[in-house]
């Protein structure tokens, strides 16, 4: 399911997560493990990419908050990174989840919810995301796009 590809990177929706846009950004040379082995020009074109990407989520699927990141240290695993679309229907699915409820026991008080009230962290959405959307099996509700067409959506934009 590549989405955009360059001379050192592909662009793909993550295979085992069923959110429509959640994309990764590995390079073509899969034996690329860290930062310190990647080339000037594919150390470059990697700024280039999840800004252009980032970008095109933010503009075309709107949602609520994109986290872009790089997670992880399993061994076997090359270089990759995670652009992770959070909509409404992601955000309301999380707080209506009576199980994460015992997150809120390590908030920070007057941190957390200062300005702007999610109820949420990124840290706790990625882990919701990961847990019910990748490893388990919570069912998608109406409102979430249809895969094809969001990536149909992203191949366009993203074309050039």
């Known amino acids: 399911m590549i989405v955009k590809e360059s001379r050192y990177w592909l662009v793909n929706q993550r295979v085992d997560v069923r959110i429509p846009g959640y994309l990764m950004l590995t390079p073509k040379d899969q034996s690329i493990v860290n930062f310190a082995d990647l080339g000037s020009e594919a150390a470059l074109e990697m700024g280039v990419m999840l800004q252009t990407v980032a ?6 699927l709107r949602p609520k908050h994109l986290y872009v990141g790089r997670y992880g ?3 076997g695993h090359h270089l990759h990174f995670h652009l992770i679309p959070v909509y409404e229907w992601l955000a309301k699915a999380f707080r209506e989840d009576a199980r994460y409820h015992v997150l809120r026991q ?20 990625t882990f919701f995301i990961w847990r019910e ?13 249809d895969m094809a067409f969001v990536l149909g959506l992203l191949r366009e934009a993203l074309r050039g």
């Not at 970008?55 to 075309?60: F, G, S, V």
């Not at 200062?114 to 959405?125: K, L």
């Not at 959307?133 to 796009?145: D, F, H, R, S």
């Open 106 to 125: 390590f908030d920070t008080p007057g941190v957390l919810n200062s300005g702007q009230v999610t109820g949420f962290d990124g840290a706790e959405m």
């Open 55 to 60: 970008r095109t989520i933010e503009e075309r």
């Open 133 to 145: 959307y990748a490893e388990g099996n919570k069912p998608l509700p109406p409102e979430c796009p």
């Open 73 to 75: 240290h399993m061994n």
